[in-house]
């Protein structure tokens, strides 16, 4: 992927330290790097918030699965207007099986026929703290 030609950033195969630790885990949990984390060589504080990020929704043991924490990183993205963000999971979800078709369709009912209880309450809450928190 190249590089984003408007912002200069530290290419990955220069990246040392904390920052090629961010570049690595990235590449390694999605098969490549994204801008975003590219961005973060520019800013030490958005750094340490993107690798916290990354630690969080990247291999973390929880009771929640790869899909509904995509569904809820989509969900929130959706609602927060965050272009980039809501495109980024809902790819994911696609490289994972899921039709845009039906991300998007459970994205706008999150209470769809489409998802299991447990699946629908974590977006319902969700939806409620990411409102609610604005």
């Known amino acids: 992927m190249a590089e984003p030609a408007w912002i200069d950033v530290v ?3 220069v990246a040392t330290g904390k920052l090629k630790k961010v570049y ?3 590449a390694e949990d999605h098969g490549r790097n994204f801008n975003i984390a590219r961005a973060a060589s520019l800013w030490p504080e958005f750094l340490d918030l993107k690798e916290k990020e990354f630690e969080l929704f990247s291999n973390t043991k929880t009771y ?3 899909d509904q924490k995509d569904l809820i990183a989509a969900l929130v993205a959706q609602i927060n207007h965050s272009v980039y963000y809501s495109k980024f ?9 899921w039709t845009d078709e039906n991300v998007g369709h459970i994205l706008q009912d999150i209470e769809s026929h489409h998802l299991d209880q447990k699946t629908k309450a974590i977006l319902v809450f969700a939806e409620k703290i990411t409102r609610n928190t604005k």
């Open 24 to 26: 690595e885990k990235v």
């Open 64 to 66: 929640l699965d790869d």
């Open 89 to 97: 999971y809902r790819a994911s979800l696609v490289e994972r099986g």
């Open 11 to 13: 290419p990955e195969n």
